[in-house]
Nanobody, 124 residues
Framework: QLQLVESGGGLVQPGGSLRLSCAAS????????IGWFRQAPGKEREGVAC????????DYADSVKGRFTISRDSAKDTVYLQMNNLKSEDTAVYYC?????????????????WGQGTQVTVSS
């Protein structure tokens, strides 16, 4: 059964950059579309970005478009989220999730597997 582990979160100043990683174990990622979600306390979970399993088509939420980039490295069985020009409203716990069904806009559709999350805090 696929397991996902996020890393790369931390404290960063506004305008700064951070790269999150989502590494797979026990099973490969190639058959899955991978999405990044985020959730702040008391708020709805938001799909941030998704990359498909075949053509590697990407989709982004409007709030992060032009600032975030999702990518995948098949050889390393890892998906990344490069976050640039970070803003305070980006503060949240970020989760990666794998879906056998594909992407639905900026979200992985009905994810089959979830990571445990990594905290991103944007503050001066």
């Amino acid at each position: 059964q696929l397991q996902l582990v996020e890393s790369g979160g931390g404290l960063v100043q506004p305008g700064g950059s951070l790269r999150l990683s989502c590494a797979a174990s026990r099973a490969p990622l190639n058959v899955y579309s991978i999405g990044w979600f985020r959730q702040a306390p008391g708020k709805e979970r938001e799909g941030v970005a998704c990359i498909s399993n075949l053509a590697w088509i990407t989709d982004y939420a409007d709030s992060v478009k032009g600032r975030f980039t999702i990518s995948r490295d098949s050889a390393k069985d890892t998906v990344y989220l490069q976050m640039n020009n970070l803003k305070s409203e980006d503060t949240a716990v970020y989760y990666c999730a794998a879906s056998i069904r594909g992407c639905w806009g900026s979200s992985a559709a009905q994810p089959d597997h979830w990571g445990q999350g990594t905290q991103v805090t944007v503050s001066s």
